[in-house]
């Protein structure tokens, strides 16, 4: 037996019992005659003591040749700390070493394994088993486990039934670029790793598995933008013969039970909200609500004046900010500037303080009287000491510049509190997005998501009007989940794709399967999935998803522990089929 107790759970009442402890040592302290070992595992640490007047002289001789990170086992008597730490579990004792013996030897690690540690990132990453012994790495990781815990607890009481499905699968468009991996056996055949596994668990409604769902990696090769992981984990789910409004219920259920169980938080029903509605109150679809600086459209109050940059503007939008009057031309010059970023792309910004006496000052004073920026305040919501700041342009790109204010603003002043939780639903999206680059529609959530059935007509004469039956959940302004009622049958589905640019040959060719399927006897479902890396993160208080991942991916998609991606040797290359010299 290695140990009788772990280094976390020994207490005062422990006293006089003789133990076996193994851990690392954190760090030891040598007084020549007393020795003081702090002990550590995953569970905590204890205190040991080797004592001149009471240990064994060769142990104490052994107990100074300790280095940091040393893997040892002791026997020892728990003893009651003279002086006590209040700052740890354990520390009411200590225990007094009888019998010391190196398990392993440890050089010095690169980085303090402290909780505020020396190492950057890199070199963290780099040594991510040395980075989990810190705590705040591993009580990440433990966190996750607890949330994933009571996801599987929560979906199982409900029926829910979690089943694998394949990673080596065919490629399905669904936005991103594939994985792909040779197939030895079918030369110049590639499987694809599964962006998500829409397409198998929509087959498994069609199986009659009823209600599935499947904590699982997915796999997208993005270009990358911070904080995406090319790998990343999604509690998945699929359910048959539901409308909209049960998959709502079932996943903010889900939700709730995670809050009340993680913060011990109860939260009444999440609001709804459309996609419209967000974009006009937000431009965004994932808002934060947590605080309101809610856009004010001014296309009334603000046009037919002599001001023609707003007279052109399609549409012209301002938000308070509270109590920014106070601020400097210098400071709003720095805001002027930040928007005009090529990240934001406004091309200019207007202003107006709601001063403390009731009068406002702007920089279009020259087109604008106090009546007219009076309106501008009721628009906006502006009071006393508010600083209203105006955006205009095309109203899509305008909103979401303003957007992008709208949350540079809240994380400066503070308003976006992490131990705060504000959940909704944001549905009825559109169903097809145009796209610029390829000069046509794509499917907005994925081309298995059904339309509105009263907007089917539109599909031929006003596509981008058509509503879909799709949901995101958000929170704290993460998307942290989406999905859609389905398509379930061959027709909606054929008409789908080919209002998608596929010909009939492209969409029986890599779809043929899913839609033989509908044939037989395919249930009304439908479904979301959850990112479970955000989640996590969010529920802990944090945005980095990469400190909820034990070993993640850097910004260029490379694993630097294990140095991949990495070149493999011509002969497995000949064996795969794969010519790298024919590419060139
Ligand atoms: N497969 C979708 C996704 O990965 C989720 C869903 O529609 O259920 O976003």
Same mark, same amino acid.
């Given at each position: 037996?290695?140990?009788?107790?772990?280094?976390?759970?020994?207490?005062?009442?422990?006293?006089?019992?003789?133990?076996?402890?193994?851990?690392?040592?954190?760090?030891?302290?040598?007084?020549?005659?007393?020795?003081?070992?702090?002990?550590?595992?995953? @569970?905590?640490?204890?205190?040991?003591?080797?004592?001149?007047?009471?240990?064994?002289?060769?142990?104490? #001789?052994?107990?100074?040749?300790?280095?940091?990170? =040393?893997?040892?086992?002791?026997?020892?008597?728990?003893?009651?700390?003279?002086?006590?730490?209040?700052?740890?579990?354990?520390?009411?004792?200590?225990?007094?070493?009888?019998?010391?013996?190196?398990?392993?030897?440890?050089?010095?690690?690169?980085?303090?394994?402290?909780?505020? *540690?020396?190492?950057?990132?890199?070199?963290?990453?780099?040594?991510?088993?040395?980075?989990?012994?810190?705590?705040?790495?591993?009580?990440?990781?433990?966190?996750?486990?607890?949330?994933?815990?009571?996801?599987?607890?929560?979906?199982?009481?409900?029926?829910?039934?979690?089943?694998?499905?394949?990673?080596? /699968?065919?490629?399905?468009?669904? $936005?991103?670029?594939?994985?792909?991996?040779?197939?030895?056996?079918?030369?110049?055949?590639? @499987?694809?790793?599964?962006?998500?596994?829409?397409?198998?668990?929509?087959?498994?409604?069609?199986?009659?598995?009823?209600?599935?769902?499947?904590?699982?990696?997915? =796999?997208?090769?993005?270009?990358?933008?911070?904080?995406? #992981?090319?790998? +990343?984990? #999604? /509690?998945?789910?699929?359910?048959?013969?539901?409308?909209?409004?049960?998959?709502?219920?079932?996943?903010?259920?889900?939700?709730?039970?995670?809050?009340?169980?993680? %913060?011990?938080?109860?939260?009444?029903?999440?609001?709804?909200?459309?996609?419209?509605?967000?974009?006009?109150? +937000?431009?965004?679809?994932?808002?934060?609500?947590?605080?309101?600086?809610?856009?004010?459209?001014?296309?009334?109050?603000?046009? %037919?004046?002599?001001? $023609?940059?707003?007279?052109?503007?399609?549409?012209?939008?301002?938000?308070?900010?509270? $109590?920014?009057?106070?601020?400097?031309?210098?400071?709003?010059?720095?805001?002027?500037?930040?928007?005009?970023?090529?990240?934001?792309?406004?091309?200019?910004?207007?202003?107006?303080?709601?001063?403390?006496?009731?009068?406002?000052?702007?920089?279009?004073?020259?087109?604008?009287?106090?009546?007219?920026?009076?309106?501008?305040?009721?628009?906006?919501?502006?009071?006393?000491?508010?600083?209203?700041?105006?955006?205009?342009?095309?109203?899509?790109?305008?909103?979401?510049?303003?957007?992008?204010?709208?949350?540079?603003?809240?994380?400066?002043?503070?308003?976006?509190?992490?131990?705060?939780?504000?959940?909704?639903?944001?549905?009825?999206?559109?169903?097809?997005?145009?796209?610029?680059?390829?000069?046509? @529609?794509?499917?907005?959530?994925?081309?298995? *998501?059904?339309?509105?059935?009263?907007? /089917?007509?539109?599909?031929?004469?006003?596509?981008?009007?058509?509503?879909?039956?799709?949901?995101?959940?958000?929170?704290?302004?993460?998307?942290?989940?989406?999905?859609?009622?389905?398509?379930?049958?061959?027709? *909606?589905?054929?008409?789908? =794709?080919?209002?998608?640019? =596929?010909?009939?040959?492209?969409?029986?060719?890599?779809?043929?399967?899913?839609?033989?399927?509908?044939? @037989?006897?395919?249930?009304?479902? $439908?479904?979301?999935?959850?990112?479970?890396?955000?989640?996590?993160?969010?529920?802990?208080?944090?945005?980095?998803?990469?400190?909820?991942?034990?070993?993640?991916?850097?910004?260029?998609?490379?694993?630097?522990?294990?140095?991949?991606?990495?070149?493999?040797?011509?002969?497995?290359?000949?064996?795969?089929?794969?010519?790298?010299?024919?590419?060139?």
């Amino acid at each position: 037996m290695y140990r009788s107790h772990n280094c976390g759970e020994l207490r005062a009442a422990d006293a006089n019992k003789e133990v076996k402890l193994a851990g690392w040592v954190q760090k030891s302290r040598d007084k020549g005659f007393m020795i003081w070992v702090d002990l550590r595992d995953r @569970y905590g640490i204890t205190q040991l003591i080797f004592d001149e007047a009471r240990t064994d002289a060769t142990i104490m #001789q052994q107990a100074k040749s300790l280095g940091r990170e =040393f893997v040892i086992q002791v026997t020892g008597t728990v003893i009651e700390r003279e002086s006590k730490n209040a700052n740890i579990p354990t520390g009411d004792i200590e225990v007094l070493v009888t019998e010391l013996s190196i398990l392993n030897e440890a050089q010095v690690p690169p980085f303090t394994i402290e909780d505020e *540690t020396d190492g950057g990132e890199d070199i963290r990453m780099k040594y991510r088993y040395l980075d989990i012994r810190r705590n705040p790495v591993k009580n990440n990781l433990l966190f996750r486990h607890n949330v994933t815990q009571e996801v599987r607890n929560y979906l199982s009481s409900l029926d829910f039934c979690e089943v694998e499905t394949p990673y080596l /699968i065919k490629s399905t468009p669904e $936005g991103a670029r594939d994985f792909v991996v040779p197939s030895r056996m079918n030369p110049g055949q590639f @499987y694809a790793l599964p962006q998500s596994p829409q397409t198998f668990k929509q087959l498994l409604m069609v199986a009659g598995m009823d209600r599935y769902f499947q904590i699982v990696k997915c =796999f997208r090769d993005e270009d990358l933008r911070a904080d995406r #992981q090319p790998e +990343f984990t #999604q /509690i998945d789910c699929e359910m048959s013969f539901i409308e909209q409004e049960d998959i709502l219920q079932v996943f903010e259920g889900l939700t709730r039970h995670l809050l009340k169980k993680i %913060h011990d938080i109860d939260i009444d029903a999440f609001p709804r909200m459309t996609f419209d509605e967000a974009m006009r109150r +937000f431009g965004n679809d994932k808002p934060d609500i947590r605080f309101g600086m809610e856009f004010g459209e001014l296309n009334r109050v603000a046009q %037919h004046k002599d001001f $023609g940059i707003f007279n052109t503007a399609e549409l012209v939008v301002g938000i308070a900010v509270p $109590g920014a009057a106070s601020y400097t031309r210098k400071q709003i010059d720095e805001l002027i500037d930040w928007v005009k970023r090529p990240q934001i792309g406004a091309s200019g910004m207007v202003y107006c303080k709601c001063e403390s006496d009731g009068s406002f000052k702007s920089s279009v004073d020259k087109f604008f009287d106090q009546e007219d920026l009076k309106k501008w305040a009721s628009a906006t919501g502006a009071q006393t000491g508010d600083l209203i700041l105006v955006l205009s342009g095309p109203a899509f790109k305008t909103r979401t510049q303003l957007s992008a204010l709208r949350m540079e603003l809240a994380n400066r002043l503070g308003l976006r509190k992490p131990n705060e939780f504000s959940p909704l639903w944001v549905i009825d999206f559109p169903l097809l997005e145009w796209d610029e680059e390829t000069g046509r @529609y794509h499917a907005m959530h994925h081309p298995f *998501t059904s339309p509105k059935k009263e907007d /089917i007509h539109l599909l031929d004469t006003d596509p981008g009007k058509v509503r879909a039956n799709a949901y995101d959940l958000v929170l704290n302004g993460n998307e942290i989940g989406g999905g859609s009622i389905r398509i379930h049958d061959k027709e *909606t589905q054929a008409l789908m =794709f080919k209002h998608l640019g =596929f010909t009939e040959e492209q969409a029986q060719e890599q779809f043929g399967f899913l839609m033989n399927a509908f044939q @037989y006897g395919a249930p009304p479902h $439908g479904g979301l999935a959850f990112g479970l890396d955000r989640l996590t993160a969010i529920l802990g208080g944090q945005e980095t998803i990469r400190d909820f991942i034990a070993f993640p991916k850097n910004n260029a998609g490379r694993d630097v522990m294990i140095d991949a991606p990495a070149a493999i040797d011509s002969a497995q290359l000949e064996e795969l089929n794969i010519d790298l010299r024919a590419s060139k």
